[in-house]
T-cell receptor, first 111, second 118 residues
């Protein structure tokens, strides 16, 4: 069993929709949770970085961590065609530790 | 910002030759750099972690004699794929971590290098 499982998608939504991207994990030692966005043929770009449980909002993006359920989510409000990309969740035990990545969810937002 | 560059962005080489990929942190010092490999529709596979001035730590299953990593300065790490074979064809991505806490301690990725071995 993988340490991090991510909904594989692909996901296709109309412009303006609310998007929910999800990951589950098995390692209870994970404390730091990240979401990356990766456009085709490009390197990943850090979107959100959260520590422990709770919500964090940044513009149209909200990251949610539920450590009791070992479940994290990224919500995108008012989705735009420019949000079309692959989204990767990642998590790690310590701030200095190496990250474990999900396989990514490919999102397409149609105009 | 936190910009990481990679060079070249794309390289085609013949089987048996060696290829060097450079990773540079342009506006910050990176004590730690990571090298990943990514297959189509798959996630990032960590190959090795390198700290400036010391030997890289390779992940299990990664041949250290085939994938040579050098991290000679705080802004430059190189990955050399020696005696490349077609199965080494992949997207290689580096990332760099700068010192500090919080989000700034997170990894910043380069744009990747597409290697094709013919």
């Amino acid at each position: 069993q993988k340490e991090v499982e991510q909904d594989p998608g692909p996901l296709s939504v109309p412009e303006g929709a609310i998007v929910s991207l999800n990951c589950t994990y098995s390692n209870s030692a994970f404390q730091y949770f990240m979401w990356y966005r990766q456009y085709s043929r490009k390197g990943p770009e850090l979107l959100m970085y959260t520590y422990s449980s709770g919500n964090k909002e940044d513009g149209r993006f909200t990251a949610q961590v539920d450590k009791s359920s070992k479940y994290i989510s990224l919500f995108i409000r008012d989705s735009q065609p420019s949000d079309s990309a692959t989204y990767l969740c990642a998590m790690k035990n310590t701030n200095a530790g190496k990250s474990t990545f999900g396989d990514g969810t490919t999102l397409t937002v149609k105009p | 910002g936190a910009v990481v560059s990679q060079h070249p962005s794309r390289v085609i080489c013949k089987s048996g030759t060696s290829v060097k990929i450079e990773c540079r942190s342009l506006d910050f010092q990176a004590t730690t750099m990571f090298w990943y490999r990514q297959f189509p529709k798959k996630s990032l596979m960590l190959m090795a972690t390198s700290n400036e001035g010391s030997k890289a730590t390779y992940e299990q299953g990664v041949e250290k004699d085939k994938f040579l990593i050098n991290h000679a300065s705080l802004t430059l790490s190189t990955l050399t794929v020696t005696s490349a074979h077609p199965e080494d064809s992949s997207f290689y991505i580096c990332s760099a971590r700068r010192s500090g806490g919080g989000p700034t301690y997170e990894q910043y990725f380069g744009p990747g290098t597409r290697l094709t071995v013919t």
